[in-house]
């Protein structure tokens, strides 16, 4: 039993569209409804906060980036947590906007549990993906039943994920061995039973992946790891790369648009371009747009950003054009999640990242290959299974 099928057979989620579901909507609704005419009260209780990390694979599929955000200790008040569920609730593709406004009210109220000043996260991403499919793919020569198969199928291995971070930017991250070979998604392993679902383990070898497993860093070295392969640098400064980004959102999209427009290759030298858009042609206001949003997810994933940060980056991206609400699913862990499909062009497209409705952390990101149906998702990271606050390097929480 890999470990995502430990935590589904853990939590035993019934299915979203069954009766039970339906009924639970009926009484979320009513409980809105209610809590509208009354002033919210805080619930405190322990919750599992909130960061992502990376794997540092570089992989088949280029699978290099994932994240540690900050977590959330307490939740907020019923109406804020009825509104988010409310928000993030669509039947067919939708505007993320008010989704995304109800998740950064979720966002400022965050603080990671246990103590000790290293922050601990275990998360999974795929290391290894190979696609088999119709005559004329080179992975299918070797498979007679794949020559005539009706569609194309992904089969990928998944790695557990550990990090380790200091306040200093030091820190270690930990790999551990590559799970079984498995469909990458409900989509896939439909199209891989068609093709009379030939050996997994055969269509994608074991492997050892990148190496070394383990890797520690320097003071500051996780900022170089985390955002040191993109053009933020180049607008970043040294050290306390966050200090310059502001925290008002209207203040903050201006820096990201400022920012956008000098990372292009055109950058100041881009003629009449404009940060502001002003006198930039139809492909220099795409090229921008794009970089604001990639920008947004990227500072999302990086694991210093705090939680008034975090909040003003949602209420930005909720203004993003293009992006849509696909659905209120669950993640690869069985776990509740908004899930919000990008622009085309922000982060090699297609892109669909997932969110908890209850503390706003990151879940998930994956690739949205066939159309809008989450069945269809390729989750290629699943993050926050565990997180924490422990005393050293190495320590893990004993829960």
Request: proline share 9%; net charge positive; aromatic share 6%.
């Amino acid at each position: 039993m890999t470990e995502l099928e430990r935590l589904r057979e853990a939590r035993s989620f019934p299915a979203l569209d069954d009766a039970a579901e339906q009924r639970a909507r009926i009484r979320l609704e009513a409980a809105i409804s209610g809590a509208s005419a009354q002033p919210g009260r805080l619930r405190r209780h322990r919750r599992l906060a909130a960061a992502a990390g990376v794997g540092a694979a570089l992989t088949v599929a280029a699978l290099v980036v994932s994240a540690l955000l900050p977590g959330h200790a307490g939740s907020p008040a019923g109406p804020q947590l009825a509104d988010a569920a409310r928000a993030c609730t669509a039947t067919q593709p939708a505007s993320p906007h008010g989704c995304l406004l109800a998740i950064s009210h979720l966002a400022r109220r965050q603080a990671l549990p246990g103590a000790g000043r290293i922050v601990y996260q275990r998360n999974l991403f795929v290391e290894a993906v190979k696609r088999f499919g119709p005559p004329g793919n080179q992975n299918s020569a070797r498979f007679k039943s794949l020559a005539g198969a009706p569609r194309v199928f992904q089969v990928q291995r998944a790695v557990s994920e550990e990090i380790w971070l200091a306040p200093d930017g030091s820190g270690r991250t930990a790999a551990g061995k590559q799970g079984p070979a498995e469909p990458s998604s409900a989509w896939d392993a439909a199209a891989w039973r068609a093709a009379d679902a030939p050996r997994l383990s055969q269509l994608l070898p074991w492997s050892r992946g990148f190496q070394p497993r383990t890797r520690d860093f320097p003071a500051g070295g996780v900022d170089e790891f985390y955002i040191g392969n993109s053009n933020l640098p180049a607008v970043l400064p040294a050290k306390d790369p966050l200090s310059v980004l502001p925290r008002d959102p209207t203040a903050l999209e201006g820096w990201l648009r400022h920012a956008a427009w000098h990372q292009r290759e055109a950058g100041p030298a881009a003629g009449a371009c404009e940060p502001s858009l002003r006198g930039c042609s139809l492909g220099q206001r795409r090229d921008i747009n794009n970089t604001v949003g990639t920008d947004i997810t990227s500072f999302l994933r990086y694991p210093p950003t705090p939680p008034r940060l975090r909040a003003a980056l949602f209420q930005v991206l909720a203004r993003i054009p293009g992006a849509r609400l696909l659905a209120l699913t669950r993640d690869p862990g069985g776990r509740r999640a908004a899930a919000i499909q990008l622009p085309a062009q922000m982060n090699d497209g297609l892109d669909v990242i997932a969110f908890d409705t209850h503390d706003s952390r990151l879940l998930a990101e994956g690739s949205a290959a066939h159309g809008t149906d989450p069945a269809a998702i390729r989750w290629q990271h699943i993050y926050n299974l565990q997180t924490a606050r422990v005393p050293g390097l190495g320590h893990r929480p004993a829960h």
